[in-house]
């Protein structure tokens, strides 16, 4: 089991940034490919960024391309989100997930989830 706590979320202006973090729980967590996934309000959760156990092979959706940066610290147990020149169409609650393989996911196959974390971009 394992159980993961997002942080970071907020309110900021276009083109401003934020660093959201994913704390996992367990001692089995460099054996976790991770993602990140983003809901907005009226839409379908949508795959933003995976990273491999290792972190060194990355994915993004081809929206946050240039802008986001996933990655990890497995002796922190942790997975980060870097997000710069945030955009108004940002906004939404973002999760982070965990599937126990070896191969990073772009649909919603993870096998668990955090509760999520509101980001809010102002014009």
């Known amino acids: 089991q394992v159980q993961l706590v997002e942080s970071g979320g907020g309110l900021v202006q276009a083109g401003g940034s934020l660093r959201l973090s994913c704390a996992a729980s367990g001692r089995t967590f460099s054996s976790y490919v991770m993602g990140w996934f983003r809901q907005a309000p009226g839409k379908e959760r949508e795959f933003v960024a995976g990273i491999s156990r290792s972190g060194l092979t990355r994915y993004y959706a081809d929206s946050v391309k240039g802008r986001f940066t996933i990655s990890r610290d497995n002796a922190k147990n942790t997975v980060y989100l870097q997000m710069n020149s945030l955009r108004r169409e940002d906004t939404a609650v973002y999760y982070c997930?965990?599937?126990?393989?070896?191969?990073?996911?772009?649909?919603?196959?993870?096998?668990?989830w955090g509760q999520g974390t509101q980001v809010t971009v102002s014009s």
């Open positions: 997930a965990a599937n126990y393989s070896n191969m990073v996911l772009t649909t919603l196959n993870y096998d668990y």
